[in-house]
Each structure stands twice: as C-alpha cells, then as structure tokens.
C-alpha cells in the first residue's frame, strides 16, 4: 500500500528550448532554465533577498550549428544568478565552438567545462539542448528527412530502442549499407 504524504513545493525548475532553421544552411537551439523558490530566501548578493517569483537562477545559452551538428557559434547569458560573479563565466562556453553534438558531446563538454572552469546549470543545461538539435533537424524542409543516412548513423546505438542491431535500425542501416 502507497502511503500519503502531505507535501510543500519548495522549487520549481523549468528548462526550455527552442530549435530554429536560420539562413545560410545553419540552426540554432535557444536553451533557458529558470529556478524558483516558493519562499523568500536571504541572499547577500541579490541585496539581501530573493523573493518569492523571483528567479534564483535564469539563464541560458543558444547553440548555432551546420547539419552535421559542428557547433559554430555560443552565446551563454545570465538574467538571474544567485552570485555576481556567476556571470563571469559566460565566455568560457566559446571552447564549445567546434566541437560536435554527436554520441560523447556531454562528456566532450564536462571534459571542457566541469568543475571550475564552467557553470553547472549551463553544462547541465546542454544535454537537453543537444537532443533539441536533433529533433531541430529531424523531418524538417531543409534539415534530415526521415531516412537521411548521415542521421541514422549518428542515432544508431544512442539508445536500447536505437541499438544498431535492433528493429527499429537494424531496416534503416540495411537499406542505406548496400551500393
């Protein structure tokens, strides 16, 4: 039997992203999380106090990259943080510019940015905003069809229901393998 327990919202986390088809043959994944406490918090920085429906943390980043999925462009902003000196690590996420949104992206960019030399929600943040790209990409006019090689091969074994051997890929990889 279940038990019941009265509960308290304390936080609420939002995580939005957004993909877009920009000029040029490149798109862009806008990702922004939003953290908010349902009490009013003592915070020096802030001027002594976060209130109530004031965002703890508001920030983001916006990713602009090709159809092979190179990142070409990083912008990171911060409306809300709860330090001033949070947002002095905006630039540090350029070092993404170049690098790939395929399988080994989150770890690629923990490797660049963990720990000290990033912002965890920011890096946090780029695991939803790599999959945006993807479904940014998927069955759009100018991005992947539904059949589009340089996609599956990229999907393939990303997870149990995409496992290259599987029913769902094993048909595609068949079909784009052969001359």
């Not at 992206?105 to 000290?116: C, I, P, Q, T, W």
Request: aromatic content about 6%.
């Amino acid at each position: 039997m279940t038990q019941m327990h009265k509960r308290k919202l304390l936080h609420t986390r939002q995580v939005q992203c957004r993909g877009y088809e920009l000029d040029g043959g490149l798109w862009q994944v806008e990702g922004r999380m939003c953290d908010l406490k349902s009490f009013a918090m003592a915070n020096a920085d802030r001027g002594g106090r976060i209130e109530v429906g004031e965002p703890l943390h508001d920030m983001g980043l916006t990713l602009t990259f090709d159809c092979d999925l190179v990142i070409r462009q990083v912008e990171a902003f911060m409306d809300a943080a709860p330090f001033n000196r949070c947002a002095q690590i905006t630039d540090a996420f350029k070092v993404l510019e170049g690098v790939q949104l395929v399988s080994g992206f989150r770890a690629r960019a923990h490797e660049l940015l963990g720990g000290v030399k990033g912002c965890t929600h920011l890096l946090e943040l780029l695991g939803p905003i790599a999959t945006t790209a993807y479904q940014t990409l998927w069955q759009s006019e100018n991005g992947y069809s539904g059949d589009d090689p340089r996609v599956i091969q990229k999907l393939a074994d990303n997870c149990h229901t995409l496992a290259r051997d599987g029913e769902v890929m094993a048909p595609f990889l068949a079909e784009h393998s052969q001359p």
